[in-house]
């Protein structure tokens, strides 16, 4: 099990089912092709290795899938020379150059889509569907930055004295420091690295601990695709040197901008390393997404609504409904409806198990913190409707709490779990006062059929983006981002790019005109 042996181009990978209800324990094939399955980190065009190795491991089984390489600040230094180097020639290809790099690194995504699916699936536990919806999602940032990178204007300005040419010209940064969490072992890469490549910067990418794959085989089809080398560069590490690496791509002086996904916390302690040598710096962090239903609503629509933006993932994203308000006359029926969803259409399982909706958790910490916001709900006097246990290894079951208290611990803190925390409410006011009681704001949903309601509530609620009567919003051509603590800046849209450009102000004086 978790043995790894090669077949001609093909690489296998053997490992047995968990004991979960709707699976059988035999032992099954994972193929993927092997220069997909990278274990070497990528510096300069070349994979090289490091002293040491880390295991990535099944989150379904907690067995070794395999063992990558463990880089430290040394060659986290080496990543962000080369990126350096490479800088100063890649800036200079022209904008349709860079282009069309891109749309070759795209159409290589989409050809292999299903074995990078294969490699999220296998180590971060989504579900296939799942997996092959985030290569989607992952390659059209490729897409829409290939596209975007043609359309990067300046502005000509009208001077306030006659003798003057106002120019204000787009530069990009420099080398971007990429750090991303593993709930979007793929996405999360290519919405930051497309926006920096289109415009001219270079980069090295962390990835984390969990899912170094992802990123190591999207590096594999950026060589592929003719991207230069040292343009991408790849450094993986285990958790214990996540802290020294991270360093060292935060305060390094070669580097221009850090570019996080990831924790609020994390995201702390990389803007203090950032402000050292004055980086740009995006941070794209956690939520707490308030999911609110108003008496209005069509209750089916937000039943569809809450079942697909709580349980992707298994409830780890950081667009996640997370406190679910819902108007007291239309409080029953949709608790009694999600309930009855919840039972239909989860099931528990392997990710690669054609039947699962619901894979593992990433790991028995995040389970845990699931467990215990669920004792301290019910402690506090929640009521238990369905689930409310962890089965083997960090498989948890979909939960469904009513009700729920603004002082318990699930409506304070983000879950990253399949829990649904029910709180009814009288008045809209009461319902925005509580979706904006919180430090975060990244994500929100509401649904109503009331069109000025939808006005003032889209309006009011504190984050920055809004799903009304809608429980899926993430597309490559909306900007993504959040307000108070949920982060800095913005992904995707036409605004992607902006974190990676510099205006630069050309003022030609003594003109005789
Ligand atoms: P995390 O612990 O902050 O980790 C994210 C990344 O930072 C990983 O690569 C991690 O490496 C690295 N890291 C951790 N400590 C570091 C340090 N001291 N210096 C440098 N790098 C460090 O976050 P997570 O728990 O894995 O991810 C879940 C969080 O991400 C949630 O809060 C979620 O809301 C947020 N998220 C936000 C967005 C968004 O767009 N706003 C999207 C997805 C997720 P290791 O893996 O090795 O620890």
Same mark, same amino acid.
């Given at each position: 099990?978790?043995?790894?042996?090669?077949?001609?181009?093909?690489?296998?990978?053997?490992?047995?089912?968990?004991?979960?209800?709707?699976?059988?324990?035999?032992?099954?094939?994972?193929?993927?092709?092997?220069?997909?399955?990278?274990?070497?980190?990528?510096?300069?065009?070349?994979?090289?290795?490091?002293?040491?190795?880390?295991?990535?491991?099944?989150?379904?089984?907690?067995?070794?899938?395999?063992?990558?390489?463990?880089?430290?600040?040394?060659?986290?230094?080496?990543?962000? /020379? &080369? $990126?350096?180097? =490479?800088?100063?020639?890649?800036?200079?290809?022209? !904008?349709? #150059?860079?282009?069309? +790099?891109?749309?070759?690194?795209?159409?290589?995504?989409?050809?292999?889509?299903?074995?990078?699916?294969?490699?999220?699936?296998?180590?971060?536990?989504?579900?296939?569907?799942?997996?092959?919806?985030?290569?989607?999602?992952?390659?059209?940032?490729?897409?829409?930055?290939?596209?975007?990178?043609?359309?990067?204007?300046?502005?000509?300005?009208?001077?306030?004295?006659?003798?003057?040419?106002?120019?204000?010209?787009?530069?990009?940064?420099?080398?971007?420091?990429?750090?991303?969490?593993?709930?979007?072992?793929?996405?999360?890469?290519?919405?930051? /690295? &497309? $926006?920096?490549? =289109?415009?001219?910067?270079?980069?090295?990418?962390? !990835?984390? #601990?969990?899912?170094? +794959?992802?990123?190591?085989?999207?590096?594999?089809?950026?060589?592929?695709?003719?991207?230069?080398?040292?343009?991408?560069?790849?450094?993986?590490?285990?958790?214990?040197?996540?802290?020294?690496?991270?360093?060292?791509?935060?305060?390094?002086?070669?580097?221009?901008?850090?570019?996080?996904?990831?924790?609020?916390?994390?995201?702390?302690?990389?803007?203090?390393?950032?402000?050292?040598?004055?980086?740009?710096?995006?941070?794209?962090?956690?939520?707490?997404?308030?999911?609110?239903?108003?008496?209005?609503?069509?209750?089916?629509?937000?039943?569809?609504? &809450?079942?697909?933006?709580?349980?992707?993932?298994?409830?780890?994203?950081?667009?996640?409904?997370?406190?679910? +308000?819902?108007?007291?006359?239309?409080?029953?029926?949709?608790?009694?409806?999600?309930?009855?969803?919840?039972?239909?259409?989860?099931?528990?399982?392997?990710?690669?198990?054609?039947?699962?909706?619901?894979?593992?958790?990433?790991?028995?910490?995040?389970?845990?913190?699931?467990?215990?916001?669920?004792?301290?709900?019910?402690?506090?006097?929640?009521?238990?409707?369905?689930?409310?246990?962890?089965?083997?290894?960090?498989?948890?079951?979909?939960?469904?709490?009513?009700?729920?208290?603004?002082?318990?611990?699930?409506?304070?803190?983000?879950?990253?779990?399949?829990?649904?925390?029910?709180?009814?409410?009288?008045?809209?006011?009461?319902?925005?006062?509580?979706?904006?009681?919180?430090?975060?704001?990244?994500?929100?949903?509401?649904?109503?059929?009331?069109?000025?309601?939808?006005?003032?509530?889209?309006?009011?609620?504190?984050?920055?983006?809004?799903?009304?009567?809608?429980?899926?919003?993430?597309?490559?051509?909306?900007?993504?981002?959040?307000?108070?603590?949920?982060?800095?800046?913005?992904?995707?849209?036409?605004?992607?790019?902006?974190?990676?450009?510099?205006?630069?102000?050309?003022?030609?004086?003594?003109?005789?005109?």
């Amino acid at each position: 099990m978790g043995s790894l042996y090669l077949v001609g181009s093909k690489c296998f990978l053997n490992r047995i089912r968990p004991g979960l209800p709707n699976m059988a324990r035999r032992a099954y094939t994972l193929d993927v092709c092997a220069e997909l399955l990278r274990t070497q980190g990528f510096i300069n065009g070349r994979w090289v290795s490091a002293a040491s190795t880390f295991p990535v491991l099944d989150p379904a089984t907690g067995k070794e899938l395999v063992q990558v390489s463990d880089f430290g600040p040394r060659e986290a230094r080496d990543a962000v /020379v &080369a $990126a350096h180097k =490479a800088f100063h020639s890649w800036k200079c290809q022209t !904008p349709k #150059e860079r282009s069309l +790099l891109l749309r070759k690194w795209f159409d290589l995504v989409n050809q292999n889509k299903e074995d990078l699916a294969k490699l999220i699936t296998a180590e971060c536990g989504k579900p296939m569907k799942e997996s092959l919806g985030e290569i989607a999602y992952s390659a059209s940032f490729l897409e829409w930055f290939s596209e975007e990178a043609r359309r990067v204007y300046g502005d000509i300005v009208s001077p306030a004295v006659k003798d003057r040419k106002i120019l204000l010209l787009k530069q990009p940064v420099g080398v971007a420091s990429i750090i991303t969490p593993w709930n979007f072992p793929s996405a999360m890469i290519t919405r930051k /690295v &497309a $926006a920096a490549l =289109a415009v001219g910067c270079t980069v090295v990418v962390k !990835p984390a #601990e969990d899912t170094p +794959l992802s990123a190591l085989a999207l590096a594999e089809l950026a060589a592929q695709a003719g991207i230069p080398a040292g343009v991408v560069n790849v450094v993986p590490c285990s958790r214990e040197k996540a802290s020294a690496v991270g360093e060292v791509l935060c305060t390094d002086p070669l580097v221009a901008k850090v570019s996080f996904t990831g924790s609020t916390a994390t995201g702390k302690i990389l803007l203090k390393h950032a402000a050292e040598t004055v980086k740009r710096v995006s941070m794209e962090l956690g939520g707490h997404a308030p999911f609110i239903v108003f008496d209005s609503a069509d209750v089916d629509k937000a039943v569809a609504g &809450a079942m697909a933006s709580k349980f992707r993932n298994s409830g780890q994203t950081c667009v996640c409904s997370n406190r679910f +308000l819902v108007q007291q006359k239309i409080h029953d029926v949709f608790v009694e409806k999600l309930g009855r969803a919840m039972e239909a259409e989860l099931r528990l399982g392997h990710g690669s198990d054609p039947a699962t909706t619901q894979g593992p958790l990433i790991n028995a910490r995040a389970a845990e913190k699931v467990e215990h916001q669920i004792a301290d709900a019910v402690s506090r006097g929640a009521v238990l409707l369905k689930g409310g246990k962890r089965l083997e290894g960090s498989f948890m079951q979909p939960t469904l709490l009513s009700s729920v208290t603004s002082d318990m611990l699930c409506m304070r803190e983000e879950t990253f779990g399949p829990l649904v925390p029910v709180m009814k409410f009288k008045t809209e006011e009461e319902a925005l006062a509580i979706a904006n009681a919180s430090p975060v704001g990244l994500a929100g949903y509401f649904f109503s059929q009331d069109i000025s309601q939808i006005w003032r509530v889209a309006e009011q609620l504190e984050v920055g983006m809004v799903g009304v009567n809608e429980g899926l919003i993430s597309t490559a051509e909306a900007s993504f981002g959040g307000v108070k603590q949920s982060g800095l800046g913005r992904e995707g849209s036409k605004y992607g790019v902006d974190e990676y450009l510099e205006v630069k102000y050309v003022c030609i004086g003594g003109l005789a005109l």
